[in-house]
């Protein structure tokens, strides 16, 4: 009895010791911040040109984190680059095609983008409440336009039915958001969308500037030429698709890189046109965009994300030297007679992630010529040129006087080889490759 009666008292007087601090937390809980709402209103934090630079800022770093693999995984398991993941839940109902609202990298890249979106409408809210010069004006307006377009076209690739599902593309896309606010609001066409986005790049293209004034890792002109570039082609524009891979590539601002690897630390890359920039910062940290691909494909003993087994003797085609072509960057996984098929494109601790590459301006060029049928000679030498990169000679090379569907079919395999570990926005199933493989294959034997 005096045991219980002991108890009793100490449960009296734990309940009191709790009941104190939360009758303080309800009196804290009903005093209101001083600013009106719970929320600084966006015209006290956007005051200054620097404030206005740090919001678009933020806009590439949310874009930074969708970016770094995660965006691009989740893509690449609705291709044919990737066999089934090994223990990653999320990207494994992906694969299955079985994803539900309970995927949370899923939501995470679909809300990334959309808060891209969010801050980019907060720049036009604001743009002309703060004293800025007019080549300042446009250059915020320019990249704002640039980067809700390219967050918009992201969304709908992946999350409707691709352009000319149906005849007037009447099918259902996303949302458009131009406005900021919580409200629902129903899915667009696919057809809207795409209007949408152009209407972005054409803003984006008469305000950028050439070569932006900060940093190469920001929308430039150029940037806003090769997204639209790859929106016509997958609306099968080929002419206009075309003329703007054309535009960028004869603009010489940038070159084919030396290597197959396209991510690449310190520098991004000659190819690079819109990358996301990894750094070591003054404090010695580094700030890493390349999670997404490395936590995925890394330790190599045990990657999450394989290949199968066509595309890697696909890449193995052809090649003569297995250290520095496109061949050495991908190996057999004999894990006790258990077979895989892996990438070392992300085994560096951090690198920089390309967006919009030369290499993607070339196949554009090269397979809208090959639609249209007409400047076959120079879709053969963009095919040639990357073919010569990969392979380190001309053995791959396509023959003088290919035919427009050769080239169709080139463009359409080097675009699958290039950029395996990428979203292969316009993937199809490929044909089994007609060589065997001429050396003999890296073999990651575990113990």
């Given at each position: 009895m005096k045991k219980s009666t002991t108890y009793n008292r100490f449960l009296i007087i734990l309940l009191g010791v709790m009941i104190i601090p939360i009758s303080a937390c309800e009196d804290l809980l009903e005093k209101r911040p001083d600013t009106d709402g719970a929320r600084i209103p966006t015209d006290q934090l956007v005051e200054t040109r620097d404030d206005m630079q740090e919001l678009l800022n933020s806009a590439y770093d949310v874009l930074g984190n969708t970016y770094n693999g995660n965006l691009q995984n989740l893509f690449n398991c609705l291709n044919d680059n990737l066999v089934r993941p090994v223990q990653q839940d999320d990207l494994t109902s992906v694969w299955l095609r079985s994803t539900s609202i309970f995927n949370g990298s899923m939501a995470n890249v679909f809300n990334n983008l959309y808060f891209t979106v969010f801050r980019c409408n907060t720049v036009f809210e604001e743009v002309d409440n703060i004293e800025l010069s007019s080549l300042e004006r446009s250059r915020f307006i320019g990249e704002a336009s640039f980067l809700r377009a390219l967050a918009h076209f992201e969304a709908v690739r992946g999350w409707a039915q691709p352009y000319g599902f149906t005849s007037d593309n009447s099918h259902p896309g996303v949302a458009?958001?131009?406005?900021?606010?919580?409200?629902n609001i129903e899915r667009s066409t696919v057809q809207q969308v795409y209007n949408q986005i152009l209407s972005d790049l054409a803003v984006a293209k008469e305000n950028l500037p050439e070569m932006?004034?900060?940093?190469?890792?920001?929308?430039?002109?150029?940037?806003?030429?090769?997204?639209?570039?790859?929106?016509?082609?997958?609306?099968?524009?080929?002419?206009?698709?075309?003329?703007?891979?054309?535009?960028?590539?004869?603009?010489?601002?940038?070159?084919?890189?030396?290597?197959?690897?396209?991510?690449?630390?310190?520098?991004?890359?000659?190819?690079s046109i819109f990358y996301i920039f990894s750094a070591e910062l003054n404090n010695g940290t580094i700030d890493n965009r390349a999670g997404g691909f490395r936590g995925n494909?890394?330790?190599?003993?045990?990657?999450?994300?394989?290949?199968?087994?066509?595309?890697?003797?696909?890449?193995?085609?052809?090649?003569?030297?297995?250290?520095?072509?496109?061949?050495?960057?991908?190996?057999?996984?004999?894990?006790?007679?258990?077979?895989?098929?892996?990438?070392?494109?992300?085994?560096?601790?951090?690198?920089?992630?390309?967006?919009?590459?030369?290499?993607?301006?070339h196949l554009i060029r090269a397979e809208s010529a090959g639609e249209l049928n007409s400047n076959l000679d120079q879709a053969i030498g963009d095919i040639n040129a990357i073919r010569e990169r990969a392979w380190g000679s001309v053995v791959a090379n396509l023959p003088s006087g290919a035919s427009d569907q050769d080239i169709i079919e080139a463009a359409r395999n080097e675009r699958r080889l290039e950029f395996p570990t990428g979203w292969c926005f316009n993937s199809r199933?490929?044909?089994?490759?007609?060589?065997?493989?001429?050396?003999?294959?890296?073999?990651?034997?575990?113990?």
């Open positions: 458009i958001r131009l406005e900021n606010s919580v409200d932006h004034p900060l940093s190469p890792a920001y929308a430039n002109k150029s940037a806003a030429k090769a997204l639209e570039a790859e929106v016509r082609f997958q609306m099968h524009e080929y002419d206009l698709a075309y003329q703007l891979a054309d535009e960028v590539i004869s603009s010489k601002i940038y070159t084919l890189n030396a290597g197959v690897n396209k991510y690449q630390h310190p520098q991004p890359g000659e190819e494909y890394f330790p190599l003993e045990n990657p999450s994300l394989r290949m199968p087994e066509d595309l890697y003797d696909q890449m193995l085609e052809f090649s003569t030297n297995q250290d520095t072509l496109r061949a050495g960057l991908y190996q057999i996984l004999d894990n006790d007679g258990n077979i895989s098929y892996i990438t070392t494109m992300f085994e560096a601790e951090f690198f920089n992630i390309p967006v919009l590459t030369l290499t993607q301006m199933q490929q044909k089994e490759p007609q060589c065997s493989n001429s050396i003999q294959p890296v073999v990651v034997k575990l113990k």
